[in-house]
């Protein structure tokens, strides 16, 4: 079956580190990919997607994911991290109809 | 900009009760999606429908049945309410087959 795993439940950073959140799929043939964010108190949004063309892609905020097929991995990075960016973030994958299957989330504390 | 509303914000209900959660949106969206989210286990997805009258099982159906009278509306039904279902409720709808997903606020859920 197919499944989306996020390897971090829990990150805590301080402001200008970098970021890279671990994202892995299970499924062998075409999948779409997803990063979503829920900042506190608001509802989730997309971040970024990735359809096909190019493996690297740039989506809001200054977030940036890669697409590695040999890996089945959408890992979400950002060079610097400001203290807005604490949220949780969620992978997703679409892998043959309309149901988009999650991951369990990544918390993101940034401190000041 | 896509619009997804749902009816209540909080919602406290009492064991056995019957809930009715709404859901609006307003981009003529053909599928419409009801997840619920709980801490360290992302998001579930509980109904779905591809089509007005048309509803098919998620991972988790049990305990809830589904409303789809008009194609902007969906309606999350709990029968018979149980503290189990304390959760936070998101409602989410999609275009075509590959389209990502555009959250509702959210309904958080309390059954005491």
């Known amino acids: 079956a197919q499944s989306v795993s996020q390897h971090n439940h829990h990150v805590i950073l301080s402001e200008a580190a970098s970021l890279e959140l671990g994202c892995n799929y299970s499924?062998?043939?075409?999948?779409?990919l997803f990063w979503y964010v829920q900042y506190p108190g608001q509802h989730l949004q997309l971040l970024l997607k990735?359809?096909?063309?190019?493996?690297l892609v740039k989506g809001i905020k200054g977030f940036e994911a890669e697409f590695i097929k040999s890996k089945f991995s959408f890992n979400l990075r950002k060079p610097s991290v400001q203290w807005s960016d604490t949220a949780e973030y969620f992978c997703?994958?679409?892998?043959?109809?309309?149901?988009?299957?999650f991951g369990k989330g990544t918390r993101l504390h940034i401190l000041p | 900009d896509v619009k997804v509303t749902q009816s209540s914000r909080y919602l406290v209900k009492r064991t056995g009760e019957k809930v009715f959660l709404e859901c609006v949106q307003d981009?003529?969206?053909?599928?419409m999606f009801w997840y619920r989210q709980d801490p360290g286990l992302g998001l579930r997805l509980i109904y779905f429908?591809?089509?007005?009258?048309?509803?098919e099982k998620g991972d988790i159906p049990e305990g809830y049945s589904v409303s789809r009278e008009k194609k902007e509306r969906f309606s999350l039904i709990l029968e018979s309410a149980s503290t189990n279902q304390t959760s936070m409720y998101l409602c989410?709808?999609?275009?075509?087959?590959?389209?990502?997903?555009?959250f509702g606020p959210g309904t958080r859920l309390t059954v005491l």
């Open positions: 997703a994958g679409n892998f043959r109809d309309d149901k988009i299957i």
């Open positions: 989410a709808s999609s275009g075509p087959q590959w389209n990502e997903q555009f």
């Open positions: 990735y359809f096909s063309g190019d493996p």
């Open positions: 429908s591809y089509d007005v009258k048309m509803k």
């Open positions: 499924y062998g043939g075409t999948v779409n």
């Open positions: 981009m003529d969206h053909e599928n």
